[in-house]
């Protein structure tokens, strides 16, 4: 396995893993600053996403390369 494809896999159990956490956020901390909470959740999903899209492009190049 490369080291794009762990970056990956990584990147992409992590945007699971914020994925997951929305549920709690709207259950037991809606009183909190809500808006706030769910933008940040975005904003771990999307970057974690868009690292994982950027590890497999790496890894398709270096494919291309050998």
Request: aromatic share 10%.
């Amino acid at each position: 396995m490369t080291a794009a494809r762990r970056w990956a896999r990584l990147n992409w159990g992590l945007a699971g893993l914020w994925t997951l956490l929305i549920a709690p956020t709207l259950l037991w901390w809606r009183d909190s600053v809500l808006w706030v909470a769910l933008m940040s959740l975005w904003a771990n999903i999307a970057s974690h996403a868009a690292a994982a899209l950027a590890a497999r492009a790496e890894e398709g190049a270096e494919r291309n390369k050998e």
